[in-house]
């Protein structure tokens, strides 16, 4: 009788292992999931594509038209349009993506973000620091807390500034920073916890994954596309790679 729950241990421990070492790092599109036939960066059909993958989560980036309309494209230059922040939201809505669909706006992509079980990693695009940028972020945040969206809205953001107004304004919901200056023990005094850096800072700065670990803060790197790099930061640790290439790292990950 001894022998066999022993045995029992063993195997959950061993099985216990290998899963938490095959979960360490998980995979966000970048974009959403858009290099697939009749797709695009930032369309609706990108974050549907994401959704019917097993991703932690899918990106995509938010601009404010010169109107004050939140809109999911990554700018300045949209199709035809020079800078979006300083289009009107009627000149956005004429224009077409490369797939046929519009230009979503950020209230329908949400819309379809609340149908999936993935993370919604929402970068607010950089603005004017001031008053552009203090209604930028406040129209981000206003709109996740009446779409109810807390629980799975991610806020990134190159805007140093724009990170620190999110974690105060919206503490239910993980900020991560950007821009790859800055160590995990001064962005988390900051109220930042999370850092999402380019890989080549990473490279150079290896010891931030356990400090950041250490602080309870996570670890994301864009955007790793090729084989050897996904194997590297997977080596690394990091928990979440940001990639245009999903399935080929959740691959790599199995
Ligand atoms: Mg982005």
């Not at 241990?9 to 009749?38: E, K, M």
């Not at 807390?150 to 620190?164: G, N, P, R, Y």
């Not at 993980?174 to 930042?192: D, F, T």
Request: proline content about 5%; glycine content about 4%.
């Amino acid at each position: 009788m001894k022998f066999i729950p022993k045995t029992l241990i063993i195997c959950i421990l061993c099985f216990t292992s290998l899963y938490s070492y095959a979960q360490v790092t998980q995979v966000v599109a970048h974009r959403g999931y858009w290099d697939t036939p009749n797709n695009n960066q930032n369309s609706i059909t990108a974050l549907k594509r994401a959704q019917s993958i097993p991703v932690y989560g899918s990106e995509f980036d938010v601009n404010m038209t010169s109107d004050g309309v939140m809109i999911v494209s990554h700018g300045p230059k949209l199709e035809t349009i020079a800078d979006v922040q300083k289009a009107s939201y009627k000149e956005v809505k004429k224009l077409r993506l490369k797939n046929g669909e519009k230009v979503p706006t950020l209230k329908e992509y949400l819309k379809q973000g609340k149908k999936g079980d993935i993370k919604l990693i929402f970068e607010l695009k950089v603005h004017p620091a001031g008053e552009k940028e203090n209604i930028a972020v406040k129209k981000s945040a206003d709109m996740v807390k009446k779409m109810k969206l807390q629980d799975k809205v991610e806020f990134i953001s190159f805007s140093l500034e724009a990170c620190k107004q999110l974690a105060q304004l919206m503490p239910e919901c993980r900020v991560q920073y950007l821009s790859g200056k800055i160590p995990p023990k001064e962005l988390k005094e900051m109220g930042i916890m999370g850092l999402d850096y380019h890989y080549s800072q990473i490279q150079k700065n290896p010891q931030w994954i356990e400090e950041a670990h250490n602080l309870g803060m996570i670890v994301n790197v864009w955007t790793v596309n090729k084989p050897e790099l996904i194997k590297e930061m997977i080596d690394l640790k990091v928990d979440f790679i940001t990639t245009d290439a999903p399935e080929l790292v959740l691959e790599m990950l199995k």
